[in-house]
């Protein structure tokens, strides 16, 4: 029975987030959002904006949103989300106007 409890207590240690595992996790969300925004900015020079990159991009942000606790960044996901919102309703109003 001890080795089992062993075995639990080092699986339960496993489990627990460090600050530098906190901020490790922040860090890449992070990038994978900031990349996402560097592929709608090239896109949007290019005229090249697709409603698939502005889903994407909605759907990191939902993603980013759940793992957040910060009021200062949840503010910047919203503006982006809205203007990613945006975006959209004038790539799909276009599409209705041809």
């Known amino acids: 029975m001890t080795g089992v ?4 207590s080092l ?5 627990i987030e460090t600050p530098t595992d906190r901020r490790r996790r922040s ?4 990038g994978r959002l900031l990349d996402e925004l560097d592929e709608i900015k090239i896109a ?7 409603q698939v990159q502005l889903e994407r991009l909605s759907r ?3 993603e980013q949103r759940s793992a957040t606790e910060d ?3 949840e503010g910047l996901l919203d503006e982006i989300e809205t ?3 945006v975006e959209l309703a004038k790539l799909e109003r276009a599409a209705r106007a041809v």
């Open 44 to 50: 949007l020079l290019g005229g090249e904006l697709g």
């Open 5 to 8: 409890m062993g075995m639990q």
């Open 60 to 62: 990191t942000i939902r």
């Open 83 to 85: 203007r990613a919102a």
């Open 27 to 30: 860090v890449k969300r992070a």
């Open 71 to 73: 009021p200062e960044l």
């Open 11 to 15: 699986l339960a240690l496993q489990d």
